[in-house]
C-alpha cells in the first residue's frame, strides 16, 4: 500500500521524503525531515497512529496529517480527528480521492 501510494503521490508530483514502517519511525522521520504533509495508517505494529498523530502534534501542532484507514475503523478515523488530522482517506484508495485530498491540504500550506 505504502508503494502505491508513494508512486501515485510521485506521479502528481509530490516528492516522497520518507516511509515509516510503524509508529516510532514516524514520529523519528518527522523530526528529522519536517514534511509538509504526512500520510498516516491507524493500525501498525510496535506504535500504533492515532499515539503517533498525537506524539507529531505534540512536536508541531502544524503537522499536517491525512489518516488512510480501512473501512470499519470509522471510531479510530474519529479519534484520529480528535488527536489532530486534518483529513482521511479511506483504503483502498482511489486515486481521484488521493489527489483531491492532497491538493487541498497542499493549498493551505
Known amino acids: 500500500m ?10 502528481l508530483e509530490f516528492q516522497v521524503v520518507g516511509e515509516a514502517e ?3 519511525k514516524a514520529i523519528q522521520l518527522y523530526k528529522q525531515l519536517k514534511p509538509d504533509i504526512v500520510t498516516m ?5 510496535e506504535l500504533g497512529g492515532i499515539d503517533a498523530i498525537k506524539m507529531i502534534k505534540a512536536i508541531d501542532k502544524n503537522a499536517k496529517i491525512i489518516v488512510i484507514s480501512s473501512m470499519g475503523h470509522e471510531i479510530l478515523v474519529k479519534e484520529a480527528i480528535m488527536a ?3 483529513s ?6 482511489k486515486e481521484e480521492m488521493v489527489s483531491k485530498q492532497f491538493n487541498t491540504v497542499s493549498q493551505s500550506i
Not at 2 to 11: A, G, I, P, Y
Not at 41 to 45: E, G, H, K, Q, V
Not at 88 to 93: A, G, Q, S
Open 41 to 45: 495508517d491507524l493500525t501498525m505494529p
Open 2 to 11: 505504502r508503494l502505491s501510494l508513494k508512486m501515485f503521490l510521485e506521479k
Open 22 to 24: 510503524n509508529g516510532f
Open 84 to 86: 489532530g488530522a486534518i
Open 88 to 93: 482521511f482517506i479511506v483504503k483502498p484508495f
